[in-house]
């Protein structure tokens, strides 16, 4: 349950996290029926663009700006939202850059949760 809530176990979080979690609940965690990337594909304001489907090989941060490479050619952008399984996140199926080290950490806990 401390995976699910915090992201980590139990001996690497505080009280406090517990805490900061609880007064922000809603005691309503439902998942969405077209799942997340309906909604963010509904959310995305017009002119701004969308590729969906679109398979990411590595991710660059350059400066301020975000360079994902995928099968089309490299993307350079100020923000990327990119949406991916924790397995995916965790594995080596996408080179990450090592920055990310501490998030993709995450995300191997919380995958070896689910098994």
Do not use: C
Request: aromatic share 6%; proline share 4%.
């Amino acid at each position: 349950m401390s995976g699910f809530i915090s992201g980590d176990e139990l001996e690497r979080i505080s009280v406090l996290d517990y805490l900061a979690y609880d007064e922000e609940s809603t005691g309503q965690n439902w998942r969405l029926p077209g799942g997340y990337g309906a909604l963010v594909t509904a959310s995305v304001p017009a002119g701004v663009t969308l590729s969906v489907t679109t398979k990411v090989e590595s991710v660059e941060l350059d400066g301020r700006r975000v360079a994902p490479q995928t099968h089309a050619g490299t993307i350079r952008a100020r923000a990327l939202i990119m949406m991916a399984s924790t397995e995916v996140l965790a594995g080596d199926a996408i080179a990450w850059p090592s920055a990310l080290d501490p998030w993709r950490d995450a995300a191997r806990r919380l995958a070896a949760l689910g098994r």
